[in-house]
T-cell receptor, first 111, second 116 residues
Framework: EAQVTQNPRYLITVTGKKLTVTCSQN?????MSWYRQDPGLGLRQIYY???????DKGDVPEGYKVSRKEKRNFPLILESPSPNQTSLYFC??????????FGNGTRLTVT | GEDVEQSLFLSVREGDSSVINCTYT??????LYWYKQEPGAGLQLLTY?????DMKQDQRLTVLLNKKDKHLSLRIADTQTGDSAIYFC????????????????FGKGTSLLVTP
């Protein structure tokens, strides 16, 4: 089944403890992206990647890192999480110029 | 980027039509999208319209596009309780000058509540 898979679905952590949210797609999509969703703010793009080894900042990249070593994977790294990064995170992928396919989300709480 | 505007809430009775409106920002957007988000789930692509079209119909869904006013609407005919969800309007944006519209600029979402 064609899908975008994020893990974990839920994560509670403490301030400063490094974490990684994984994202994997099995559709051979070139483009991958991370969004965060917050009440009243909608979806905001964090980082995106046009292809392997090509990444760039979105609208709210501060406090996040990404990597794209393989086409299928696009992990989101929080080196030192802070409470303002408590949010619902979505990974998405697509062929270039085609509609985005979204994962089911990762709900992160940083205490 | 600039904001894509949507009303935050809409309540309709089961069986009625729902119309969700959106105003987008970029007149050069190639595609305009409607996504649906059910509780606890990701965003599901409902439909999209190419910018050179005025209307697209897909079963109970009708999308109308007014390019002059940068206005997009989604009409759901015979709305059912299973249609209760958050609906996001999105416009394609041009990342890195590629003019391929990979990324999306989202509205904040309209919560649709369908009552029996």
């Amino acid at each position: 089944e064609a899908q975008v898979t994020q893990n974990p679905r839920y994560l509670i952590t403490v301030t400063g403890k490094k974490l990684t949210v994984t994202c994997s797609q099995n559709m051979n999509h070139e483009y991958m992206s991370w969004y965060r969703q917050d009440p009243g703010l909608g979806l905001r793009q964090i980082y995106y990647s046009m292809n392997v080894e090509v990444t760039d900042k979105g609208d709210v990249p501060e406090g996040y890192k990404v990597s794209r070593k393989e086409k299928r994977n696009f992990p989101l790294i929080l080196e030192s999480p802070s409470p303002n990064q408590t949010s619902l995170y979505f990974c998405a992928s697509s062929f270039l110029g085609s509609p985005l396919h979204f994962g089911n989300g990762t709900r992160l709480t940083v205490t | 980027g600039e904001d894509v505007e949507q009303s935050l809430f809409l309540s309709v009775r089961e069986g009625d039509s729902s119309v969700i409106n959106c105003t987008y920002t970029d007149s050069s957007s190639t595609y305009l999208y409607w996504y649906k988000q059910e509780p606890g789930a990701g965003l599901q692509l409902l439909t999209y319209i190419f910018s050179n079209m005025d209307m697209k119909q897909d079963q109970r869904l009708t999308v109308l596009l007014n390019k002059k006013d940068k206005h997009l609407s989604l009409r759901i005919a015979d709305t059912q309780t299973g249609d209760s969800a958050i609906y996001f309007c999105a416009e394609s944006i041009d990342e890195m000058g590629s003019n391929s519209g990979y990324a999306l600029n989202f509205g904040k979402g309209t919560s649709l509540l369908v009552t029996p």
